[in-house]
Every structure is written in C-alpha cells, then in structure tokens.
C-alpha cells in the first residue's frame, strides 16, 4: 500500500541519518540522487497526478482530488552541536 511504501521510505531516511550521525559524519547525508531518478519520480507523479478526478471551482482553478498522507512522528532526536 502507500502508506505502506511511505513507511518503508521513513525507516530508510531514518537509518541514513541516524547511521551518519553514529559514524560522527553528517556529510554522508550531502549527496543528491542521481538526475535520472528524480526525471522518474516526476514523470510516475504526473501519471498518478492525471489520474485523479478533477474539476473547475468558481475561481477558474482547476483542482485535483489528492489525498495526503498522514503527517508521521518522527523518531528522529536533535543531536547537540
């Protein structure tokens, strides 16, 4: 499921981060994805994006019926400088 993907997603950032600040490295965290991946994730999103109902309001805006994800609690602590 999404929520699911999502999940898995957070655990993945929390171990890197976490991971990184046991290692007394932060830098290991500075380092982009390649371009080829964020050309896919845009393109899958606008797929997905195209696939919602849609409808014009009185504005003139056309909206999209986007469900967002729950906002998570994180785990994460705040380290000491």
């Keep these: 499921t ?6 898995n997603v957070i655990e993945l950032v929390e171990t890197q981060v ?3 600040f046991f290692k007394g490295q932060p830098e290991m ?3 982009p994805a390649p371009a080829s991946l964020f050309l896919a994730f845009e ?3 606008q797929k997905k ?3 919602y109902p849609s409808e014009t309001r ?13 906002p998570s ?6 380290a000491d400088a």
């Design 2 to 7: 999404f929520e699911k993907a999502c999940q």
């Design 18 to 20: 976490s991971f990184a």
């Design 29 to 31: 965290l500075d380092h």
């Design 43 to 45: 393109r899958i999103n």
């Design 49 to 51: 994006l195209a696939s």
């Design 58 to 70: 009185e504005t003139g805006f056309e909206t999209t019926n986007v469900a967002m994800p729950k």
């Design 73 to 78: 609690r994180s785990r994460f602590v705040v």
